[in-house]
């Protein structure tokens, strides 16, 4: 390994599995920690050699992954304003890799000055249909290249190129606003995507083409490193891609095309998106948009290029549903039949919005079909309202509770405000029984809450120790870490998610069935990797669900080992290391436990699933209460309840 590869904090926490505080702090606390040795005085950069050398004198060392190692290099082979070019670059070489292995072969046998000298020729002749020159920007280090293709030799190259992406998205965050995967899901699902043509104009890396399911993926990105990688995250699965460099709105780089579906999450509040020169544009169908409402021309950008019926879903700031300077067009959206949906998401599904986004839902008209109404779901953070109401509305179902159906004609006033928030009834407004039942809930909770006892010791125990590593030695306990990443995408398969464990409730997610996923066993103890305030360690009464990302697994003897006493223990291994000011990663190896006999365990066991069940119903408790307390401020405001 190079000594000259840099890393930053957040880098130095990846790899020693902790948190940035906990950087920091070793930062302040260690006067030999190593030194910066460049980057700037907010983001400084260290020698990697020198930190492995600090953490393994600190006893904090984990292994460096291959993938690690290789990023790493990739990152320190140009700058920063670079590194997009390079990570597509690299891609490009892993799309060499599978379609020409015998090739790779032959050029691998090459001293290492003609292997880079070559390399860039046999990548744009085997891979042709990237944007730019993808080659060009392949590092000029034959070790690097070396090391990439035996990651890729022993992982599949989408992994490796998937795990690449990740670090570049954490390393340029400010600048790449990605689409969260679930509200990705959500879109495609919602647009029909599957199995057909599909379209993203504003693609960025691909995010959405990627969770489509695309027969045929078609994307446009003004930036040419961002479309570059879009098509190589598609081509390395395999699927047809045809992404284009450019500026949709102004250099549409599919002139005429229609496709089966759009998604779209375009860039938000973007005055300069052509507004004068663009102002006889054939696309606008529904009325030039103002200067002020860019993500109007994208929606309009989109109706031309889908096919009649198809769909359109696109990600606009919440402020577009009710801005003076574009009521012309909603309205005119609303009389053609276009608009069907508008659904409210929560603050962070769209990067781009400071605010809480909405999903508009639009069909290209076809001629005779005149919709009468517009769906309106005020969703927030519950995705699968969304995903219900949508189905309801389609199959001319019962709606939930927190979406409506408003008549077009009813919408087309002076203002044509389609805000979901304020057409979405809330329920405190209709049903002031709906206090009573919370007042209800509240008592039956709070009659419910019974405070553990535990009997004070005559003189502090002590208990010789053992870890979580010797017993997995000894084949007391199997431990089981869930995918790093995992689709939850709404497929059969049942899947328990951090959240789930946190709240305590059965298994949310869906994924479909793959190789490698972990089933769940009653008995079985679940933790999160990542220790925080509110770690919690589970015992499972009910199977069938498979492990989620970020949690750990751990199946006992329990005959040896009492399931509810290890749950304990990983408990006060989390509260531990927050006390001492670190977010480190819980690793199952050093995780400490009293060595008892069964019978004892059992004991302890018994007393930390009461504290545990105790914990549960506070937290229940506490959420009863909020809502009596919404709902009773709510019904005295609006003249559904008065004071008893």
Not at 2 to 10: E, S
Not at 66 to 73: D, F, G, I, S, T
């Amino acid at each position: 390994m190079r000594d000259d590869v840099l890393v930053n904090a957040a880098d130095i926490a990846r790899i020693a599995d902790v948190g940035r505080a906990a950087v920091s702090n070793w930062r302040k606390r260690f006067d030999d920690f190593p030194k910066p040795v460049g980057g700037t005085a907010t983001s400084p950069a260290f020698s990697l050699a020198e930190v492995e050398q600090w953490l393994r004198r600190h006893d904090r060392y984990v292994e460096v992954s291959p993938l690690e190692r290789v990023w790493q290099r990739l990152r320190s082979a140009g700058d920063d304003l670079r590194l997009g070019d390079i990570v597509g670059g690299a891609g490009a070489f892993l799309i060499y890799l599978r379609r020409d292995p015998s090739g790779w072969r032959e050029l691998s046998r090459l001293p290492d000055e003609e292997l880079v000298a070559r390399l860039p020729g046999a990548i744009a002749e085997a891979v042709p249909e990237l944007p730019g020159d993808p080659a060009g920007a392949v590092p000029a280090d034959a070790s690097l290249i070396r090391a990439l293709a035996d990651l890729a030799a022993e992982t599949k190259p989408e992994d490796v190129f998937d795990g690449i992406c990740e670090r570049y998205v954490e390393a340029h965050s400010r600048r790449l606003l990605v689409t969260p995967e679930n509200v990705a899901a959500l879109m495609t699902e919602i647009a029909a995507a599957a199995g057909g043509t599909v379209l993203d104009p504003a693609c960025g890396i691909g995010t959405l083409l990627l969770a489509s399911g695309a027969e045929v993926a078609m994307g446009q990105d003004v930036s040419e490193s961002a479309a570059r990688l879009t098509a190589v995250r598609l081509l390395l699965r395999g699927r047809k891609a045809v992404i284009r460099a450019g500026d949709s709105l102004r250099a549409d780089a599919f002139p005429g095309e229609q496709v089966d579906a759009i998604v779209c999450n375009p860039p938000f509040n973007d005055r300069g998106w052509g507004y004068e020169e663009l102002a006889n544009d054939p696309r606008w169908e529904y009325g030039l948009p103002p200067r002020g409402e860019s993500e109007l021309a994208w929606v309009q950008h989109c109706l031309a290029h889908v096919r009649p019926g198809g769909l359109v879903v696109i990600m606009m700031p919440g402020v577009a549903s009710s801005r003076r300077p574009g009521r012309r067009i909603r309205g005119n959206l609303l009389r053609a039949g276009a608009l069907r949906a508008i659904m409210t998401l929560s603050v962070g599904a769209a990067p781009a919005s400071s605010g809480a986004p909405d999903l508009w839902v639009l069909q290209r008209p076809v001629p005779g079909d005149h919709p009468s109404d517009l769906l309106m779901v005020n969703a927030g953070e519950d995705l699968e309202l969304a995903r219900t109401a949508w189905r309801a509305y389609l199959e001319g179902g019962d709606l939930p509770e927190g979406s409506t159906t408003m008549r077009i004609i009813d919408l087309l006033d002076e203002e044509v405000a389609l805000t979901p928030a304020h057409r979405v009834p809330v329920q405190s407004q209709t049903e002031p029984s709906a206090f009573v039942g919370a007042r209800e809930r509240t008592a039956a909770a709070i009659s419910r809450l019974g405070v553990p006892e535990l009997v004070p010791s005559p003189r502090r125990r002590d208990m010789p120790m053992t870890n979580i590593g010797e017993l997995s030695r000894a084949g007391v306990v199997t431990i089981f870490q869930g995918p790093i990443r995992l689709k939850v995408d709404g497929g059969p398969q049942p899947v328990l998610t951090a959240k789930d464990l946190l709240l305590g409730r059965p298994a949310s997610g869906r994924t479909r069935p793959a190789d490698g996923l972990v089933t769940i066993e009653p008995g079985d103890v679940i933790a999160p990797v990542i220790a925080r305030g509110d770690t919690v360690a589970r015992v499972m009464r009910d199977g069938s669900a498979v492990l989620g990302p970020q949690l750990l697994l751990f199946r006992t003897d329990p005959e040896r080992l009492d399931p509810y006493f290890l749950a304990g223990c990983l408990r006060v291994t989390g509260e531990s290391s927050l006390r001492l000011g670190s977010s480190a990663r819980m690793d199952p190896r050093r995780a400490q436990l009293p060595r008892l006999p069964i019978e004892e365990q059992r004991a302890y066991g018994e007393a930390f699933r009461r504290l545990l069940e105790f914990e549960d119903a506070v937290r229940k408790l506490r959420t009863f209460g909020d809502e009596l307390v919404r709902l009773g401020f709510d019904g005295l405001l609006d003249g559904t309840l008065q004071p008893g």
